[in-house]
């Protein structure tokens, strides 16, 4: 059988999962990679044959989606990358919300299976923002059109929504506690980060930016570059995280029974969404990063818990299941 596996690299979770999938994709045949974005930081050792520059996302100082730059940065040559990529060759095309697949594969009349976190709000079930954003409701809603999906989320929200895919690394860690606190906050600026992490001398932060190329330290911060290990590592080790929005790294530090603070992406309206299904379940959970941090931060150390994230299936349960539905 050949597969086609779409990702979209507007982020790195998407990657990490593609990498955790990919030997139990091959047990179904031989596996392309599609990768199109130009946000994701990691290096990987994935078989990418297609690549495409399709849509990416840009951020603002504040930490804001800076919606001007990514519609100057659209391009046209999408619809000609579409045109060009061979979805008809495929038996099976897998799309993890990439829209130049998607564009393709209603081109050709090729069908595909949506799959992964932004399939999971196919489901009206799934928790959704309350903010007004009609921009980013109609991409969550149609930047991948398919009829099948198996969506992934914090909790099993509808019967095509399934736990998280955690990664092996993650599975079979023993998590200590070191006392640092992992920050990983892509849509602010180290510039902007660091007063607010400097005021509290009596922890230490390991702060990942793509903006330092090797560890870098002042006082009772350590900036690290983007590295998927590295990365793991400091989750594995940490009292807890403060992150974006975004849905991987929350699930493994859930996983992983570390505390979390959520900081999602301003007016972007998934990580959002995401924020609202993570202050449901009792974690702590931001607007923005501002003057009042100092006293939020102190009662995420002092008042709350840890939220134990558990998994009803694996990841080779969960590919089993995308392939059946695919198939049917």
Known sequence: MKILYAIQGTGNGHISRAVQLDPYLKKYGEVDYFLSGSNAQLNTSLPIKYRSNGLSLFYKKNGGLDYLKIMKSFSFKIFKDAKRLPVEQYDVVINDFEFVTSLACRFKKIPSIHFGHQASFQSKKTPRSKTFNPIGNLILNNFVQSKKYVGLHFKQFDENVYNPIIKDEIINATPINDGHITVYLPQYSIAFLEPYFLAHANFH???????????????????????????TQSMIRCYGIITAGGFETPAEAMYLNKKVMSIPIIDHFEQESNAVALENMGVKVLDKLDKNFEDHFNHWVKNMNPIKLELQHSTEELVDLLFKKALN
Request: glycine share 4%; charged share 20%.
């Open 205 to 231: 932060f390991e702060i990942f930016t793509k903006e330092v190329k090797q560890i870098t330290c002042k006082k009772n911060i350590c900036y690290f570059p983007i590295n998927n290990n590295g990365f």
